[in-house]
């Protein structure tokens, strides 16, 4: 054979191929789309030249990463980035040739095989002949006989095979029926002569005191007999297993089943015996002496009884003609229209029935919703009857089922026209969300408008809505939501559907995500499902699943992959914004919250945060009126009307325009606002944001400072602060750990080492002072740190405190430190300045738990760079944080990239889908990709996941801390 024919190349299911010692001259090229292929052997074929392997599929990474195409051309193409020349394809010369050479090596192959094939055909009828004239020869009768006597020793190879049991190759696997039959093991059955009698209870045989003849209908039983061998040691087991007439399938499963595992256990050869109800064998009935009684009922199944669906006999009037709109009437005859058409749903029969007045297209979107209830809530299983106004054979079909005469209804012929004007007004749905919190509930409003409809996307699939449309209450439940916020949810809608007065018809309905019903979906706008068809595809694209043509590609956003770092703010514009923003303040009140309680901060205390501890601070400041929100605004139009009213008019005859106006104007441009920031440290409870929500102490500033001026809410939470209220500090942003000490304290801490770190993240008004963990190995050259020691002086307890430079530190953070350490700790004695590597003292190290080998250097902090990857968009997309992160921006329900100049870490959430991790692990290799072509450094690539961070990782961040436990409704 010389070559091969393409066709078997088209067996996509071959495994390996031996094509050895042969004359084969090429391969088709299409022996690599062979992916079962694991051996392939051309030994022994000296003019073989083998196809050009394909390259590596370009577009993506095939249909395992969703048909994505992460080559660096295409993603910086689609990024607006000017493609470089090494990531440009280019065209292979050589390689076509080559293509175009074996193509006609193979063409020439398979003409010589042709040839080749005539000529052995003709030397075969030669030989033929030849035979036929030396049969009488004495050789020709020796090779015969030696090959006759050769075939009949093939016939008794194949014998000696065939004779063999296909049994014999069987072993029985060591299993354990102790739980099955422990009265077995231990003795107390099988043992000696008699009848024994196992009934199936949730899929397990339980053993009978007495083995009599009574058996019920709905059960399955093993029975087993023993009797003494004739002339032989031991006893013989006969095996039966009775199948009752009405029972469930589970349970004649498991009778069969478990008979085998007896046999087995007792070692019978013997087979096990199938009895059924009313046809059992004489034999089985001489067990019982021929006396075999069946009763009515069994124990239960095993399986989950499914219980049917209860329906509501409920009738709709509809209304509209372009968007089809259903009002649950009462179930009465005397709510027929007939300017109307109605849908009755009663379980397994819908009617639909048309008034002799109603419109044609009504009538066909009403036809179209029957269809649609069918689909999703009664599996195509329910009936439908349309009833025309022509049909008057069918009428009492929809009058029978509403108990009423149609000779009541009134005639529309008769009368005006006016008396059937339709003037159903459509009620404004609104949907809340559940939150619950330690003893509180919280049900916020979602907020839509017509040109921000009401839509499936505002469903979340961890939350518990509530659709209120005043004719009914909806209770939606996402598949990953908490049982908690069900059992709130199904008790809140009891109590908002008795609120306020309802129409009779009014019910809750309750609807799981997936299977919403079709009146709920028809509040949502757009909310269908049509299957979207593209006629344009051939059909052979569309049976062939594996293959990538022909498939839609997901849509990603790797843009932010390829955006330059933002470069940091100078520290001249840092200090004119700073400055500005403290201009602009009026006035600042602190407070903490301890309990229920709102303490007032003292004055020393202002700048000092305890992370498990909450504070509130009401900051009035001047802004310009242009850039107030919604909200501001809002507020501020109501105060200026209230004032104008409470003015009397001008008595100096001073009009408008005249005489100060232009004053009126200035003091126009600003005006005062409130803003009241509630800050809350990483290791506070989360219930303390809804306290202060519901609180009075809310509620007198919304009261006593809202009637002057506009206030709002900003809620921020530890290291996640606006450069704004950072400013308000002047740099002095100290967060301690644990909790604020107080005068009322039982207990008072054992004093100990603190050990604070100073970092600037961006800029300089981004800088903090936070508590780390009191060990030399988390320093570092490039910053400065702070360290609290306690002493004794005088028989009283005092702290020392060591300001330590890092070599590498900037002079802004080195002056800032100095600052902080001189005056913002107050309860201090001494303060020292110590200087990297100028014999600092011993107290220093002993206190870090000894000098060890730390970091010199954090070159990393002006390249370092953070990245989201999260599908929460409805397609996977990549956003940069900015250069002032913490440990809280990693979120456990997304995959984070993060770029240390040498490394790049991939940190994997515990929640994030499988989607985000795939498409994340290769938006990094990208990334990787990228950045060397730039600037030829290749950086290491390592995956991290949530809890089990390496110390090179968790030094990346500023006061890094142990993960708060999870709960499944943490948000």
């Known amino acids: 054979m010389t070559c091969v024919p393409d066709s078997l190349c088209k067996c996509s299911n071959l495994r390996q191929m031996d094509l050895s010692a042969n004359q084969l001259v090429a391969l088709p090229a299409s022996i690599w789309e062979l992916k079962q292929l694991k051996n392939l052997n051309t030994d022994d074929n000296p003019n073989l030249v083998m196809p050009e392997k394909p390259p590596p599929e370009v577009k993506g990474s095939g249909a395992e990463f969703y048909n994505v195409d992460f080559s660096l051309y295409n993603q910086r193409k689609v990024a607006g980035l000017k493609p470089s020349a090494e990531t440009m394809p280019q065209k292979d010369k050589e390689a076509e040739r080559k293509k175009l050479r074996a193509r006609l090596r193979i063409k020439q192959a398979q003409l010589k095989e042709e040839e080749g094939g005539k000529q052995d055909s003709n030397k075969f009828l030669k030989g033929l002949s030849e035979y036929k004239e030396d049969s009488g020869s004495v050789s020709t009768y020796l090779s015969s006989r030696a090959r006759l006597n050769q075939n009949d020793n093939q016939d008794e190879e194949r014998k000696e095979i065939r004779n063999k049991k296909w049994t014999d190759a069987l072993t029985k696997p060591a299993l354990d029926y102790t739980e099955l039959f422990p009265e077995v ?370 849509k990603v956003d790797l843009t932010a992959l390829f955006i330059k770092r933002e470069p940091p703010m100078s520290p001249a514009d840092c200090t004119e914004y700073r400055e500005q923003w403290k201009e602009n303040l009026e006035t600042m009140s602190c407070f903490v919250m301890e309990g229920k309680n709102y303490t007032r901060l003292p004055a020393g205390e202002q700048g000092h945060f305890y992370t498990e501890n909450c504070y509130i601070f009401l900051c009035t400041y001047w802004m310009f009126i242009s850039d107030f929100n919604d909200d501001l605004l809002e507020q501020y139009v109501i105060l200026q009307k209230k004032q104008s009213t409470g003015k009397k008019k001008n008595e100096d005859g001073y009009g408008e325009g005249e005489g100060g106006g232009s004053d009126e104007e200035e003091e126009e441009e600003e005006a005062l606002v409130c803003r009241v920031y509630f800050w809350q440290g990483r290791d506070a409870s989360k219930v303390c944001w809804p306290q202060y929500s519901l609180s009075s102490f809310r509620a007198k500033i919304r009261e006593k400072i809202g009637s002057k001026m506009p206030v709002e809410d900003e809620r921020c939470f530890q290291q996640q602060e606006s450069v704004k209220f950072l400013s308000y500090f002047n740099g002095k942003f100290i967060i301690h750990k644990g909790k604020r000490p107080g005068n009322n304290d039982p207990e008072t801490p054992q004093p100990r080492p603190r050990l604070y770190q100073v970092r600037q993240n961006g800029n300089i008004l981004a800088q903090r002072c936070v508590e780390v963990g009191c060990s030399s190995l988390l320093l570092n050259s490039g910053f400065c740190y702070i360290l609290k020691v306690p002493a004794e002086k005088d028989g009283d307890m005092c702290y020392i405190l060591y300001v330590w430079i890092g070599s590498r530190s900037s002079e802004e953070l080195m002056n800032a430190s100095i600052d902080i350490g001189k005056e913002a700790f107050d309860d201090v004695d001494t303060v020292s300045v110590l200087y990297e590597g100028t014999n600092e003292p011993d107290i220093f190290w002993s206190a870090l738990g000894g000098r060890r080998q730390y970091d010199n250097q954090a070159d990393w902090m002006d390249v370092i760079r953070l990245f989201r990857c999260s599908n929460e968009r409805g397609y996977f997309a990549v956003s940069e944080k900015c250069s002032d992160f913490c440990q809280d921006d990693l979120s456990d329900e997304d995959v984070m990239i993060l770029d240390s100049g040498t490394d790049v870490f991939v940190w994997i959430g515990e929640e994030s889908s499988d989607v985000e991790r795939k498409l994340a692990l290769k938006s990094a290799q990208l990334y990787q990709q990228h950045i060397q072509d730039l600037s030829g450094e290749a950086r290491k690539l390592s995956i991290v996941r949530r809890g089990k961070e390496n110390l090179k990782f968790i030094k990346l961040f500023h006061g890094w801390g142990p993960f708060r436990a999870r709960t499944k409704n943490s948000s």
């Not at 096990?272 to 009684?293: C, M, P």
């Not at 006999?313 to 259903?326: A, D, E, P, S, V």
């Not at 019910?507 to 709920?520: D, H, M, Y």
């Open 185 to 554: 093991v231990n003795g107390s059955v099988g043992q000696e002569e008699g009848l024994y009698m196992w009934r199936i209870d949730n899929f397990l045989p339980l053993l009978l005191d007495d083995a009599v003849g009574r058996f019920y209908e709905a059960d399955c039983y093993i029975i087993l007999h023993a009797s003494q061998r004739e002339n032989l040691p031991g006893l013989l087991y006969d095996i039966h297993f009775w199948i009752g007439a009405k029972c469930e399938i589970d349970k004649k499963a498991c009778a069969a089943i478990h008979a085998v595992h007896l046999r087995n256990m007792l070692g019978c050869d013997n087979r096990t015996t199938r009895e059924e109800q009313g046809d059992e064998s004489d034999e089985f009935i001489l067990y019982f002496d021929g006396d075999i009684e069946v009763l009515e009922g069994g124990s239960e199944s095993g399986f989950f009884q499914v219980e049917e669906t209860i329906y509501i006999k409920r009738l709709f009037k509809c209304h509209g003609q372009n968007n089809i709109l259903l009002e649950p009437v009462e179930t009465h005859v005397d709510s027929i229209d007939h300017r109307h058409s109605y849908l009755l749903d009663d379980g397994m029969d819908i009617v639909v029935w048309f008034g002799k007045l109603s419109k044609l297209t009504q009538n066909k979107k009403t036809t179209l919703f029957a269809e649609k209830i069918n689909k999703l809530e009664r599996k195509n299983k329910a009936t439908i009857t349309v009833i025309t106004k022509y049909e008057t054979e069918k009428q009492h079909i929809f009058f029978s089922m509403l108990n009423g005469d149609p000779t009541s209804i009134k005639d529309p012929t008769v009368g005006k026209i006016e008396d059937y004007e339709d003037s159903y007004s459509v009620p404004t749905p609104k949907l809340y969300e559940v939150h619950l919190g330690v003893g509180y509930l919280e049900l916020p409003q979602l907020e839509f408008s017509v040109n921000r409809p009401m839509t499936q996307q505002m469903l979340r699939t961890q939350r518990v809505y509530l659709l209120d449309t005043y004719t009914d209450v909806f209770v939606w439940v996402g598949a990953h939501s908490d049982r908690l916020l069900r059992a709130a949810a199904a008790k809140l809608s009891g109590e908002i559907l008795k609120m306020i007065t309802r129409p009779a018809t009014a019910i809750v309905n309750t609807c799981f995500e997936g299977v919403e019903s079709a009146l709920f979906r028809s509040f949502f706008h757009k909310w269908d499902d049509i299957v979207a068809v593209d006629f344009t595809r051939a059909a052979d694209k569309v049976i062939a699943p594996s293959s990538t043509e022909g498939k839609e590609e997901m």
